[in-house]
């Protein structure tokens, strides 16, 4: 028995490692000649850059879990102090509003206070407190249900780069129900967002307590608490070299970089794989963890309706350039962790990264190492110097950073990033009913329900639960 994964990312990694834990032999074929997909650390001249993914949320347990399990809990790492994001607003760098969560006030008095927002606007934000429920049963796009309850100022300024950069898709097209399901939930219990946000809030600040008095009575040896977002201290590119590592100490996964497959055939009770160069590999399940349309491509003659539905999920592009200066070419320290920029500034900047403030051992002493990101417009068309020419002059625009700096890196994600727009999760549940017929047939990955790395991980790791018990097999139970 044999089985065959698709696709060499954090997701086909983690989808091997489960059939591994079980025993069972399969293959990864990745068409790069490199694993981790988006996931990638660089080192060099002293610094350490993620070139795609830089942090792992911990609220969902997947990615820390898996962490542990490869052996990496002490090189778990938790963001430095100060915890402070800026938002642009015409020019001037003003605080996040302390308490934030997502794109709620969790705490009244920062919101209050804040210079974000003018009075008027804050008067129309606090019409939600009034307001009756408005949200339909069918989905919607989270901008269009913010706007309407919180006002204008509000989308535009704090939830567009909020949400709206995280998934690289303006707020006015991403899907509720994909994306902040929770705010539906929020609406539902409380008909206010505000008095929803403030009743977590105070939820929040009871568990932090006893977290703290948790941490405080934590012995010598034994783990502390890592906060929201964790990261490893070689980078995140550090997971992907214990995954490859501990797959290749099991003597029963072997991997193929650089080959691609070019179709899959059903052939009886087993599946026909032909890769570009012409070989065949034969299999008895398959995990396809490749983004949407390569998936969609491969699973066009093995399940056309699911193929269909896949292909209607929508793929954009992203690029992430880090450069690294003296902080003496600075004009003042630099503060934070970094910088939203809302679309009305007119940047092509959609968020600025202080590398080096936000993660210990970055970069040398004296030394600043950012991460600026460029969504796919204006960046479409533009080779990887014209990104950082791009790139560079805009940090140079807003930060005041003069001279050139000391190192440059682009990486360019061209169509790999899934766009969860209004309706995603309907085309996901078409796609898993059509392959529900083919239990040893499964998809896995950020194109489904979720980008962040625990999704992805939770993902592959489903698929690949679900495909031995197809194969009746019993698979290992999942790392708490």
């Known amino acids: 028995m044999s089985l065959l994964v698709v696709g060499g990312g954090i997701s086909g990694l983690a989808a091997a490692l489960e059939l591994g834990r079980a025993g069972i032999p399969s293959t990864i074929v990745e068409a790069s000649d490199r694993l981790g997909g988006k996931i990638a650390t660089e080192r060099a001249a002293g610094f350490v850059l993620d070139l795609g993914p830089d942090s792992i949320l911990t609220t969902r347990p997947a990615a820390i879990a898996l962490a542990r399990e490869l052996g990496l809990d002490e090189e778990l790492i938790g963001v430095s102090d100060p915890r402070l994001v800026h938002i642009l607003r ?37 019409l939600d407190l009034v307001m009756p429920r408005v949200l339909p049963a069918g989905d919607v796009s989270v901008g269009a249900f913010l706007r309407r309850r919180l006002g ?34 929020a609406e539902r219990r409380h008909r206010s967002l505000i008095l929803a946000g403030l009743a977590d809030g105070r939820r929040m600040r009871t568990q932090a307590a006893e ?25 995140v590119g550090q997971l992907v070299d214990a995954l490859e590592q501990e797959l290749e100490s099991m003597g029963c996964v072997s991997i193929a970089r650089g080959v691609r497959i070019a179709s899959l055939r059903g052939a009886g009770s087993s599946y026909r794989a032909l890769t570009a160069d012409g070989r065949e ?6 995990i396809v963890t490749t983004p949407g349309p390569a998936a969609a491509s491969l699973l066009g003659e093995v399940a056309p309706r699911a193929a269909a539905a896949i292909s209607e999920i929508p793929h954009g ?105 209004v309706g995603h999760l309907g085309r996901v549940e078409r796609a898993e009913r059509e392959l529900a017929g083919q239990p040893r047939l499964a998809v896995a990955g950020a194109p489904y329900r979720g980008v962040g790395l625990p999704d992805c991980i939770s993902s592959a790791r489903g698929a690949a639960r679900r ?14």
């Open 90 to 126: 015409d020019g001037t760098r003003i605080p996040m509003p302390d308490g934030v969560g997502l794109v709620l006030p969790t705490r009244a008095w920062p919101f209050v206070t804040t210079r974000l927002f003018s009075w008027p606007e804050k008067a129309r934000i606090g």
């Open 281 to 286: 590999i034969r299999a008895d399940g398959v």
């Open 211 to 235: 977290r703290a008095r948790s941490s405080a009575a934590v012995g010598e040896g034994e783990r502390r608490p890592l906060g929201v977002f964790a990261s490893l201290r070689g980078g």
């Open 317 to 421: 592009s992203t690029s992430v350039v880090s450069l690294a200066y003296r902080a003496e070419r600075f004009p003042g320290p630099v503060a934070g962790h970094g910088w939203l920029i809302p679309t009305a500034e007119k940047s092509p900047l959609s968020a600025i990264t202080w590398s080096s403030n936000k993660w210990a051992g970055r970069a040398p002493e004296g030394h600043v190492l950012v991460r600026a990101f460029l969504p796919d417009q204006p960046a479409a068309g533009h080779t990887g110097d014209e990104l950082a020419a791009l790139a560079r002059l805009a940090v140079e625009d807003l930060s005041g950073v003069r001279g050139a700096p000391e190192y440059v890196r682009v990486s360019m994600y061209e169509g790999t990033m899934p766009r969860y727009t």
């Open 152 to 185: 204008r100022a509000l989308v535009s300024r704090l939830a567009g780069p909020l949400v709206g950069g995280i998934y690289g898709t303006s707020i006015e097209e991403l899907s509720l129900d994909a994306i902040t399901p929770t705010l539906r939930d």
């Open 467 to 480: 495909v031995l018990e197809a194969l009746s097999i019993t698979p290992r139970v999942e790392a708490a």
